[in-house]
C-alpha cells in the first residue's frame, strides 16, 4: 500500500490520523469535539479503546463532547449536560442515574414521588412514564418504579419545560 496523504483519506480515516496525532504527545488534556462522528462502528470502538487506554496509561484527561449517547456510556465516567448555555447535569454517569428514577401509573406524578422533582414525561412503548429525581419513595398504590438509564435521564432533561 502506497503513501496518502491526510486529503487523500476518508472522513473517518482523517478523524483517527487527528486523534493519533494528538495522542503522540501524551497531553495531559485532551479536547475532543465529536471525535468519533465520521467513523464506522468498527472504528469508532477501536478508537473509544484507544483514547481509554490512553488516558489509563498516561493520566490523560479527556473532554469529549458527543450526540450519541451510547458513545458515552462505553468512554466516559463524568458527564457534563448543556442546556441553553447552562449546566443541566453533572457528576459520574453511574451517580446520575442512581439519583433518577422512572415512575408509571396514573394519578398526580408530583404527589406520587413524594418530594422528587417530576423533570419530564415520557412516552414508551410501554405508556407514559415520568423521569423524577430525588430519593425513591415506597412505591403509592397504583404506580410502579423501575431504573431510569442514561438516555431517559438526558432526554428528560433536555426536554424539561425550564432550566432552573
Do not use: K
Request: avoid cysteine; proline fraction near 4%.
Amino acid at each position: 500500500m502506497g503513501r496518502r496523504r491526510g486529503g487523500d483519506l476518508s472522513g473517518g480515516q482523517q478523524q483517527q490520523l487527528a486523534i493519533g496525532r494528538a495522542l503522540v504527545g501524551e497531553p495531559r488534556l485532551l479536547l475532543l469535539d465529536e471525535p468519533l462522528a465520521d467513523l464506522d462502528p468498527v472504528a469508532r470502538r477501536d478508537v473509544a479503546r484507544t483514547l481509554m487506554r490512553d488516558a489509563a496509561e498516561h493520566g490523560t484527561t479527556i473532554v469529549l463532547s458527543s450526540h450519541v449517547l451510547s458513545e458515552l456510556i462505553e468512554v466516559a465516567d463524568q458527564l457534563l449536560l448543556l442546556r441553553e448555555h447552562r449546566i443541566r447535569l453533572a457528576g459520574a454517569i453511574d451517580d446520575i442515574t442512581d439519583d433518577h428514577y422512572l415512575m408509571a401509573g396514573s394519578g398526580d406524578p408530583a404527589a406520587a414521588a413524594q418530594g422528587g422533582s417530576v423533570i419530564a414525561e415520557i412516552n414508551g412503548p410501554s405508556g407514559t412514564a415520568f423521569v423524577v429525581h430525588g430519593t425513591r419513595p415506597a412505591v403509592a398504590p397504583g404506580w410502579r418504579i423501575d431504573d431510569a438509564t442514561l438516555d431517559d435521564v438526558v432526554l428528560a432533561h433536555l426536554r424539561a419545560r425550564s432550566v432552573s
